[in-house]
Protein backbone atom coordinates (compact mmCIF):
# COMPACT_ATOMS: atom_id res chain seq x y z
CA UNK A 1 0.00 0.00 0.00
CA UNK A 2 1.37 3.81 -0.53
CA UNK A 3 -1.34 5.53 1.89
CA UNK A 4 -0.23 6.28 5.39
CA UNK A 5 -1.19 3.72 7.70
CA UNK A 6 -5.23 3.79 9.15
CA UNK A 7 -5.35 3.47 12.94
CA UNK A 8 -7.12 0.47 13.44
CA UNK A 9 -10.10 2.41 15.93
CA UNK A 10 -12.54 3.24 12.96
CA UNK A 11 -11.97 -0.88 12.11
CA UNK A 12 -12.55 -2.00 15.59
CA UNK A 13 -15.55 0.57 15.62
CA UNK A 14 -16.99 -0.54 12.53
CA UNK A 15 -16.87 -4.27 13.77
CA UNK A 16 -18.81 -3.07 16.88
CA UNK A 17 -21.56 -1.62 15.04
CA UNK A 18 -22.17 -4.59 12.87
CA UNK A 19 -22.35 -6.44 16.09
CA UNK A 20 -25.28 -4.42 17.23
CA UNK A 21 -27.22 -5.81 14.12
CA UNK A 22 -26.62 -9.21 14.11
CA UNK A 23 -29.52 -11.74 15.16
CA UNK A 24 -27.98 -14.12 18.24
CA UNK A 25 -25.52 -16.71 18.06
CA UNK A 26 -25.08 -15.48 14.49
CA UNK A 27 -21.70 -15.85 12.49
CA UNK A 28 -20.67 -13.72 9.67
CA UNK A 29 -17.71 -15.04 6.93
CA UNK A 30 -16.37 -12.13 5.04
CA UNK A 31 -13.45 -12.81 2.01
CA UNK A 32 -11.05 -10.82 -0.17
CA UNK A 33 -11.43 -10.37 -3.38
CA UNK A 34 -9.67 -12.89 -6.34
CA UNK A 35 -7.01 -12.09 -8.29
CA UNK A 36 -8.48 -11.87 -11.75
CA UNK A 37 -6.13 -13.58 -14.42
CA UNK A 38 -5.48 -11.73 -17.80
CA UNK A 39 -3.57 -14.27 -19.97
CA UNK A 40 -0.91 -16.66 -19.55
CA UNK A 41 0.39 -15.99 -16.18
CA UNK A 42 -1.28 -12.45 -15.89
CA UNK A 43 -3.12 -11.04 -13.39
CA UNK A 44 -5.03 -7.49 -13.01
CA UNK A 45 -4.16 -5.40 -9.99
CA UNK A 46 -5.63 -6.75 -6.76
CA UNK A 47 -8.67 -4.55 -5.09
CA UNK A 48 -9.66 -5.73 -1.89
CA UNK A 49 -12.97 -6.45 -0.89
CA UNK A 50 -14.79 -3.20 0.41
CA UNK A 51 -16.63 -4.97 2.87
CA UNK A 52 -13.74 -6.65 4.44
CA UNK A 53 -11.78 -3.90 3.95
CA UNK A 54 -14.15 -2.06 5.98
CA UNK A 55 -14.29 -4.54 9.04
CA UNK A 56 -10.07 -4.93 9.11
CA UNK A 57 -8.64 -2.46 6.97
CA UNK A 58 -6.60 -5.91 5.75
CA UNK A 59 -5.58 -4.94 2.31
CA UNK A 60 -4.19 -8.26 1.00
CA UNK A 61 -5.25 -11.18 -1.05
CA UNK A 62 -6.75 -14.63 0.41
CA UNK A 63 -7.97 -12.77 3.94
CA UNK A 64 -10.95 -14.20 5.45
CA UNK A 65 -12.63 -12.47 8.24
CA UNK A 66 -14.97 -14.70 10.88
CA UNK A 67 -16.86 -12.67 13.25
CA UNK A 68 -19.17 -14.50 16.06
CA UNK A 69 -19.88 -11.84 18.49
CA UNK A 70 -21.66 -14.60 21.13
CA UNK A 71 -19.61 -17.45 21.14
CA UNK A 72 -18.90 -18.99 24.11
CA UNK A 73 -14.80 -19.28 24.09
CA UNK A 74 -13.54 -15.31 23.38
CA UNK A 75 -10.99 -16.99 21.53
CA UNK A 76 -13.30 -17.35 18.43
CA UNK A 77 -15.28 -14.08 18.72
CA UNK A 78 -12.69 -12.18 16.04
CA UNK A 79 -10.80 -14.45 13.73
CA UNK A 80 -8.80 -13.32 11.15
CA UNK A 81 -7.53 -15.83 8.54
CA UNK A 82 -3.90 -14.35 6.58
CA UNK A 83 -1.87 -16.13 3.77
CA UNK A 84 0.82 -17.29 4.93
CA UNK A 85 4.08 -15.99 3.70
CA UNK A 86 7.48 -18.32 2.31
CA UNK A 87 10.98 -17.11 1.51
CA UNK A 88 9.71 -18.23 -2.24
CA UNK A 89 6.87 -15.75 -1.84
CA UNK A 90 8.79 -12.95 -0.30
CA UNK A 91 11.32 -12.86 -3.17
CA UNK A 92 8.97 -13.28 -5.92
CA UNK A 93 5.81 -10.90 -4.52
CA UNK A 94 7.34 -9.01 -1.86
CA UNK A 95 6.21 -8.94 2.25
CA UNK A 96 2.90 -10.00 3.41
CA UNK A 97 1.18 -9.34 6.60
CA UNK A 98 2.81 -10.98 9.76
CA UNK A 99 0.29 -11.34 12.58
CA UNK A 100 1.71 -8.91 14.14
CA UNK A 101 1.13 -6.46 11.40
CA UNK A 102 -2.31 -7.71 11.20
CA UNK A 103 -3.17 -6.98 14.69
CA UNK A 104 -1.57 -3.45 14.36
CA UNK A 105 -4.09 -2.85 11.50
CA UNK A 106 -7.25 -4.69 12.11
CA UNK A 107 -7.05 -4.36 16.07
CA UNK A 108 -7.85 -7.81 16.19
CA UNK A 109 -5.33 -9.56 18.72
CA UNK A 110 -2.77 -11.90 17.07
CA UNK A 111 -3.73 -14.86 19.45
CA UNK A 112 -6.82 -15.42 17.11
CA UNK A 113 -5.32 -14.46 13.83
CA UNK A 114 -4.25 -17.88 12.19
CA UNK A 115 -2.94 -18.78 8.30
CA UNK A 116 -5.40 -19.00 5.88
CA UNK A 117 -5.01 -22.94 5.20
CA UNK A 118 -5.84 -23.48 8.58
CA UNK A 119 -9.49 -22.60 8.16
CA UNK A 120 -11.17 -25.30 8.33
CA UNK A 121 -9.73 -26.65 11.01
CA UNK A 122 -10.62 -23.42 13.27
CA UNK A 123 -14.07 -22.74 11.34
CA UNK A 124 -15.51 -26.32 12.43
CA UNK A 125 -15.12 -25.13 16.29
CA UNK A 126 -17.22 -22.09 15.58
CA UNK A 127 -19.93 -22.72 13.46
CA UNK A 128 -21.89 -25.47 15.11
CA UNK A 129 -22.14 -23.28 17.90
CA UNK A 130 -23.86 -20.63 15.92
CA UNK A 131 -27.66 -20.55 14.49
CA UNK A 132 -27.21 -18.05 11.81
CA UNK A 133 -24.65 -17.76 9.56
CA UNK A 134 -24.27 -14.47 7.43
CA UNK A 135 -22.36 -14.28 4.00
CA UNK A 136 -22.12 -11.53 1.32
CA UNK A 137 -23.20 -11.48 -1.76
CA UNK A 138 -22.93 -7.90 -4.24
CA UNK A 139 -26.63 -6.61 -4.02
CA UNK A 140 -25.73 -2.97 -5.21
CA UNK A 141 -28.82 -2.36 -7.42
CA UNK A 142 -26.06 -1.53 -10.71
CA UNK A 143 -23.78 -4.69 -10.59
CA UNK A 144 -23.96 -7.05 -13.89
CA UNK A 145 -21.25 -8.85 -13.45
CA UNK A 146 -21.30 -12.95 -14.69
CA UNK A 147 -17.66 -13.42 -12.59
CA UNK A 148 -18.74 -15.87 -10.09
CA UNK A 149 -16.69 -14.48 -7.06
CA UNK A 150 -14.81 -15.95 -4.20
CA UNK A 151 -18.04 -15.19 -1.78
CA UNK A 152 -20.61 -16.80 -4.11
CA UNK A 153 -18.40 -20.11 -4.27
CA UNK A 154 -18.75 -19.91 -0.09
CA UNK A 155 -22.69 -19.63 -0.49
CA UNK A 156 -22.61 -23.04 -2.49
CA UNK A 157 -20.22 -24.40 -0.41
CA UNK A 158 -21.93 -24.00 3.00
CA UNK A 159 -25.39 -24.65 1.76
CA UNK A 160 -24.01 -28.17 1.39
CA UNK A 161 -22.15 -28.70 3.96
CA UNK A 162 -24.40 -26.89 6.85
CA UNK A 163 -27.84 -27.32 5.48
CA UNK A 164 -29.83 -26.91 8.82
CA UNK A 165 -28.26 -23.63 9.20
CA UNK A 166 -30.09 -20.25 8.89
CA UNK A 167 -28.43 -18.61 6.64
CA UNK A 168 -29.05 -14.58 6.16
CA UNK A 169 -27.91 -11.71 4.53
CA UNK A 170 -25.11 -9.82 5.21
CA UNK A 171 -25.44 -6.90 2.32
CA UNK A 172 -28.13 -5.13 4.04
CA UNK A 173 -26.61 -4.47 6.86
CA UNK A 174 -23.41 -3.48 5.08
CA UNK A 175 -24.94 -1.00 3.23
CA UNK A 176 -26.96 0.56 6.67
CA UNK A 177 -23.48 0.89 8.16
CA UNK A 178 -21.65 2.30 5.51
CA UNK A 179 -23.57 4.81 4.43
CA UNK A 180 -23.13 6.42 7.31
CA UNK A 181 -19.56 7.45 6.99
CA UNK A 182 -17.40 7.83 10.20
CA UNK A 183 -14.83 10.50 10.89
CA UNK A 184 -11.89 8.92 10.17
CA UNK A 185 -13.90 7.93 6.97
CA UNK A 186 -14.63 12.05 5.42
CA UNK A 187 -10.71 12.35 6.47
CA UNK A 188 -9.61 9.88 4.12
CA UNK A 189 -12.45 11.09 1.47
CA UNK A 190 -10.94 14.43 1.75
CA UNK A 191 -7.44 13.36 1.40
CA UNK A 192 -8.38 11.77 -1.78
CA UNK A 193 -10.56 14.74 -2.82
CA UNK A 194 -7.45 17.47 -2.03
CA UNK A 195 -5.20 15.18 -3.94
CA UNK A 196 -7.65 15.42 -7.01
CA UNK A 197 -7.69 19.23 -6.90
CA UNK A 198 -4.08 19.39 -6.80
CA UNK A 199 -4.46 17.09 -10.10
CA UNK A 200 -6.87 19.42 -11.64
CA UNK A 201 -4.97 22.81 -10.92
CA UNK A 202 -2.12 21.27 -12.27
CA UNK A 203 -4.08 20.56 -15.63
CA UNK A 204 -5.26 24.14 -15.55
CA UNK A 205 -2.18 25.32 -16.56
CA UNK A 206 -1.01 22.50 -18.86
CA UNK A 207 -4.41 22.25 -21.35
CA UNK A 208 -4.04 24.30 -24.86
CA UNK A 209 -4.95 23.84 -28.24
CA UNK A 210 -3.17 20.33 -29.68
CA UNK A 211 -2.46 18.17 -26.69
CA UNK A 212 -3.65 15.09 -26.75
CA UNK A 213 -6.21 13.65 -23.82
CA UNK A 214 -4.16 10.66 -22.89
CA UNK A 215 -1.62 13.22 -22.16
CA UNK A 216 -3.76 15.07 -20.07
CA UNK A 217 -4.46 11.78 -18.36
CA UNK A 218 -1.07 11.15 -17.68
CA UNK A 219 -0.55 14.49 -16.27
CA UNK A 220 -3.07 13.69 -13.87
CA UNK A 221 -1.99 9.89 -13.17
CA UNK A 222 1.80 11.21 -12.41
CA UNK A 223 0.34 13.83 -9.53
CA UNK A 224 -2.31 11.61 -8.28
CA UNK A 225 0.69 8.49 -7.58
CA UNK A 226 3.45 11.06 -6.45
CA UNK A 227 1.07 11.70 -3.62
CA UNK A 228 0.35 8.19 -2.01
CA UNK A 229 -2.50 7.28 -4.01
CA UNK A 230 -2.88 4.07 -6.43
CA UNK A 231 -3.75 5.82 -9.05
CA UNK A 232 -7.45 7.02 -10.48
CA UNK A 233 -10.40 5.93 -8.37
CA UNK A 234 -12.06 5.07 -11.75
CA UNK A 235 -11.29 4.79 -15.27
CA UNK A 236 -10.67 8.27 -16.26
CA UNK A 237 -12.85 10.43 -18.98
CA UNK A 238 -11.43 12.89 -20.63
CA UNK A 239 -13.55 13.95 -23.22
CA UNK A 240 -13.16 16.96 -25.67
CA UNK A 241 -15.61 18.06 -28.44
CA UNK A 242 -18.38 16.25 -29.48
CA UNK A 243 -16.50 12.92 -26.88
CA UNK A 244 -18.14 14.63 -24.01
CA UNK A 245 -21.73 13.63 -25.13
CA UNK A 246 -21.01 9.88 -24.61
CA UNK A 247 -21.52 9.66 -21.00
CA UNK A 248 -18.66 7.04 -20.07
CA UNK A 249 -16.20 8.18 -23.12
CA UNK A 250 -13.30 6.39 -21.90
CA UNK A 251 -10.98 6.31 -25.04
CA UNK A 252 -9.02 9.17 -24.11
CA UNK A 253 -7.02 9.20 -27.91
CA UNK A 254 -7.88 12.35 -29.32
CA UNK A 255 -6.72 15.80 -29.92
CA UNK A 256 -8.17 18.40 -28.07
CA UNK A 257 -8.91 21.58 -30.48
CA UNK A 258 -9.19 25.17 -30.45
CA UNK A 259 -12.82 26.22 -29.57
CA UNK A 260 -13.96 22.77 -27.82
CA UNK A 261 -14.48 22.07 -24.17
CA UNK A 262 -13.03 19.27 -22.47
CA UNK A 263 -15.41 17.27 -19.74
CA UNK A 264 -13.21 15.94 -17.29
CA UNK A 265 -14.61 13.16 -14.91
CA UNK A 266 -11.51 12.21 -13.09
CA UNK A 267 -10.34 11.60 -9.50
CA UNK A 268 -7.75 9.85 -7.29
CA UNK A 269 -8.26 7.34 -4.72
CA UNK A 270 -6.27 7.63 -0.90
CA UNK A 271 -6.89 4.97 1.45
CA UNK A 272 -9.25 2.88 -0.62
CA UNK A 273 -11.37 5.52 -0.50
CA UNK A 274 -12.54 7.48 -3.63
CA UNK A 275 -13.45 11.28 -4.59
CA UNK A 276 -15.33 11.99 -7.77
CA UNK A 277 -15.10 15.09 -9.42
CA UNK A 278 -16.18 16.73 -12.58
CA UNK A 279 -15.45 19.53 -14.83
CA UNK A 280 -15.77 20.99 -17.53
CA UNK A 281 -13.39 23.30 -19.25
CA UNK A 282 -12.33 25.25 -22.41
CA UNK A 283 -9.36 24.19 -24.52
CA UNK A 284 -8.18 27.56 -25.42
CA UNK A 285 -8.82 29.27 -21.74
CA UNK A 286 -12.18 30.91 -22.66
CA UNK A 287 -15.41 30.05 -22.97
CA UNK A 288 -17.57 31.17 -26.50
CA UNK A 289 -20.99 32.72 -25.51
CA UNK A 290 -22.91 29.42 -25.86
CA UNK A 291 -20.86 27.41 -23.61
CA UNK A 292 -20.40 29.78 -20.71
CA UNK A 293 -24.49 29.81 -21.54
CA UNK A 294 -24.76 26.27 -21.26
CA UNK A 295 -22.37 26.14 -18.05
CA UNK A 296 -23.73 28.44 -16.01
CA UNK A 297 -27.13 26.59 -16.79
CA UNK A 298 -25.24 23.56 -15.30
CA UNK A 299 -23.83 25.40 -12.65
CA UNK A 300 -26.86 26.81 -11.41
CA UNK A 301 -28.87 23.20 -11.36
CA UNK A 302 -25.92 22.12 -9.68
CA UNK A 303 -26.43 24.75 -7.05
CA UNK A 304 -29.93 24.49 -6.40
CA UNK A 305 -29.91 20.57 -6.00
CA UNK A 306 -26.68 21.00 -3.69
CA UNK A 307 -29.65 22.58 -1.16
CA UNK A 308 -31.85 19.45 -1.54
CA UNK A 309 -28.83 17.23 0.01
CA UNK A 310 -29.90 17.60 3.61
CA UNK A 311 -31.53 15.44 6.51
CA UNK A 312 -35.13 14.32 5.68
CA UNK A 313 -35.06 14.66 2.01
CA UNK A 314 -35.38 11.29 -0.47
CA UNK A 315 -33.98 9.62 -3.14
CA UNK A 316 -36.97 10.15 -5.70
CA UNK A 317 -38.09 12.94 -4.38
CA UNK A 318 -34.80 14.92 -4.82
CA UNK A 319 -33.87 13.97 -8.35
CA UNK A 320 -37.57 14.85 -9.36
CA UNK A 321 -36.57 18.28 -7.81
CA UNK A 322 -33.38 18.46 -9.65
CA UNK A 323 -35.75 17.20 -12.54
CA UNK A 324 -38.28 20.46 -12.58
CA UNK A 325 -34.87 22.58 -12.04
CA UNK A 326 -33.11 21.11 -15.05
CA UNK A 327 -36.35 21.66 -16.75
CA UNK A 328 -36.45 25.34 -16.58
CA UNK A 329 -32.77 26.04 -17.43
CA UNK A 330 -33.36 23.59 -21.05
CA UNK A 331 -36.63 26.09 -21.53
CA UNK A 332 -33.95 29.17 -21.17
CA UNK A 333 -31.51 27.58 -23.48
CA UNK A 334 -33.99 27.22 -26.41
CA UNK A 335 -33.61 23.25 -26.08
CA UNK A 336 -37.11 22.60 -24.54
CA UNK A 337 -40.83 24.26 -25.58
CA UNK A 338 -42.10 25.55 -22.42
CA UNK A 339 -45.38 24.48 -24.49
CA UNK A 340 -44.22 20.64 -25.33
CA UNK A 341 -42.88 20.90 -21.54
CA UNK A 342 -46.66 21.07 -20.68
CA UNK A 343 -48.07 18.37 -22.23
CA UNK A 344 -44.97 15.93 -21.48
CA UNK A 345 -45.82 12.58 -20.60
CA UNK A 346 -44.68 13.07 -16.55
CA UNK A 347 -43.01 9.24 -16.74
CA UNK A 348 -40.91 10.67 -20.13
CA UNK A 349 -40.05 14.08 -19.46
CA UNK A 350 -38.21 15.71 -21.88
CA UNK A 351 -35.68 16.84 -19.72
CA UNK A 352 -33.92 13.53 -20.43
CA UNK A 353 -33.18 14.46 -23.90
CA UNK A 354 -30.31 16.17 -22.12
CA UNK A 355 -30.17 15.22 -18.93
CA UNK A 356 -30.02 11.95 -19.06
CA UNK A 357 -28.18 10.23 -16.05
CA UNK A 358 -29.26 10.62 -12.38
CA UNK A 359 -28.25 13.59 -10.39
CA UNK A 360 -26.21 11.68 -7.19
CA UNK A 361 -25.03 8.36 -6.10
CA UNK A 362 -23.37 7.12 -2.72
CA UNK A 363 -19.65 7.89 -2.78
CA UNK A 364 -17.15 5.97 -0.11
CA UNK A 365 -14.65 2.84 -0.84
CA UNK A 366 -16.61 2.18 -3.96
CA UNK A 367 -17.06 4.93 -6.45
CA UNK A 368 -21.04 4.43 -7.00
CA UNK A 369 -21.20 3.34 -2.96
CA UNK A 370 -23.41 1.22 -1.53
CA UNK A 371 -26.86 2.47 0.38
CA UNK A 372 -30.42 2.37 0.07
CA UNK A 373 -32.42 4.98 -1.88
CA UNK A 374 -35.42 4.18 -0.41
CA UNK A 375 -33.74 5.83 3.59
CA UNK A 376 -34.10 8.83 4.08
CA UNK A 377 -30.56 11.42 3.53
CA UNK A 378 -28.93 11.31 7.09
CA UNK A 379 -26.16 12.92 8.96
CA UNK A 380 -22.73 11.55 7.32
CA UNK A 381 -23.94 10.27 4.24
CA UNK A 382 -21.88 11.61 1.28
CA UNK A 383 -23.35 12.16 -1.92
CA UNK A 384 -22.16 13.39 -5.38
CA UNK A 385 -24.10 16.10 -6.90
CA UNK A 386 -23.50 15.92 -10.72
CA UNK A 387 -26.16 17.39 -13.26
CA UNK A 388 -24.90 17.80 -17.02
CA UNK A 389 -26.61 18.64 -20.19
CA UNK A 390 -25.23 16.88 -23.34
CA UNK A 391 -26.59 18.28 -26.85
CA UNK A 392 -25.00 16.27 -29.70
CA UNK A 393 -26.53 18.17 -32.32
CA UNK A 394 -24.08 20.97 -31.18
CA UNK A 395 -21.02 18.41 -30.36
CA UNK A 396 -20.77 20.27 -26.78
CA UNK A 397 -21.38 18.32 -23.27
CA UNK A 398 -21.03 19.98 -19.93
CA UNK A 399 -21.19 18.32 -16.47
CA UNK A 400 -19.90 19.33 -12.93
CA UNK A 401 -19.53 17.29 -10.10
CA UNK A 402 -18.59 18.19 -6.88
CA UNK A 403 -18.55 15.96 -3.96
CA UNK A 404 -21.26 16.42 -0.34
CA UNK A 405 -21.14 15.39 3.20
CA UNK A 406 -24.96 15.43 4.53
CA UNK A 407 -24.69 17.00 8.28
CA UNK A 408 -27.24 17.78 10.98
CA UNK A 409 -27.70 21.65 9.45
CA UNK A 410 -27.70 21.24 6.05
CA UNK A 411 -24.55 19.48 4.18
CA UNK A 412 -20.99 20.37 3.53
CA UNK A 413 -19.25 20.72 -0.02
CA UNK A 414 -16.16 18.98 0.52
CA UNK A 415 -15.05 20.25 -2.85
CA UNK A 416 -15.72 23.87 -3.01
CA UNK A 417 -12.27 24.77 -2.83
CA UNK A 418 -12.15 23.43 -6.14
CA UNK A 419 -12.40 26.29 -8.92
CA UNK A 420 -15.97 25.61 -10.84
CA UNK A 421 -16.70 29.01 -11.75
CA UNK A 422 -16.39 30.40 -15.10
CA UNK A 423 -14.51 33.42 -14.21
CA UNK A 424 -11.91 31.34 -12.29
CA UNK A 425 -11.32 28.67 -14.57
CA UNK A 426 -10.71 31.16 -17.45
CA UNK A 427 -8.69 33.06 -15.03
CA UNK A 428 -6.37 30.66 -14.17
CA UNK A 429 -5.94 28.92 -17.82
CA UNK A 430 -4.66 32.53 -18.82
CA UNK A 431 -2.12 33.18 -15.64
Known sequence: ????????????????????????????????NDIMPTNADGTMGFRQSSDLFYLSGVDQEETVLVLFPDHPDEKFREVLFLRETSELIEIWEGHKLTKEEAEQTSGISRKTIFWTHEFEKVFIQMVFEAEHIYLNT????????????????????????????RFERLAPLMHSLRAIKQPE???????????????????????KPGVWEYEIEA???????????????YQPIIASGANACVLHYVENNQPCKDGDVILLDVAAEYGNYN???TRSIPVNGRFTDRQKAVYQAVLHVMK????LLVPGNVWDDYHKEVGRIMESQLIGLGLLDRQEVAKQDPDLP????????????????????VGNKYRKFEAGMVFTCEPGIYIREEGLGIRLENNILITDTGNVDLMDSIPIEVEEIEDLMNR
Open 138 to 165: NEHTRNSSEVITRDARMVSQFRDRYPLH
Open 1 to 32: MKYIAIANALFTRNRRRLAEQLKPKSLVVLNA
Open 350 to 369: LYRKYFMHGTSHFLGLDVHD
Open 275 to 277: ADL
Open 185 to 207: EVALLSEAIRITEDGFRRLLKFV
Open 219 to 233: ELLHEFVRQRSKGFA
Open 304 to 307: EAKK
